[in-house]
């Protein structure tokens, strides 16, 4: 991990489900499992509510999409020197890759709800709104 910010870094912001934020800055060699443990040893103050007993139970979404342990920064193209948002949760395993269909048509009503979508359909189309919402 680096500790200063130039454009060979990558800026993560890290959003916990009750919605505190942390910044950190990695290298785009970082694997998210890494990162995870970074973050484990690096625990921000404020956070002391969502603590975690270990590093391996944190995991990364980015984009929708659970990042498995051996990802890299630099493998998601992320632009250097910039902040990019993630957000952390604390979960035992992961599913498989592409074990749901996130990507079939979802249809929306007029306030864009979901009129019909599996839970995970739901959490996926509520994490890119809350993205979006953040940028």
Do not use: Y
Not at 117 to 124: D, E, I, L, V
Request: glycine fraction near 4%.
């Amino acid at each position: 991990m680096t500790s200063e910010r130039d454009p060979d870094t990558v800026n993560l912001r890290l959003i916990l489900v009750s919605g505190k934020t942390q910044d950190f800055i990695f290298s785009p060699n970082d694997s998210a499992t890494e990162i995870a443990q970074h973050v484990f040893e690096n625990w921000p103050a404020g956070w002391e509510e969502e603590s975690v007993s270990s590093p391996s139970i944190l995991r990364l979404i980015f984009q929708g999409r659970f990042l498995h342990g051996n990802v890299t920064l630099g493998a998601l193209k992320l632009p250097p020197g910039r902040t990019t948002v993630m957000h952390l949760v604390a979960r035992e395993t992961l599913p498989e890759p592409n074990s749901h269909a996130v990507e079939e048509e979802v249809e929306f009503d007029s306030f864009q709800r979901p009129l019909h979508s599996t839970p995970w359909q739901t959490m996926h189309i509520n994490l890119r709104h809350l993205h979006c919402r953040l940028a």
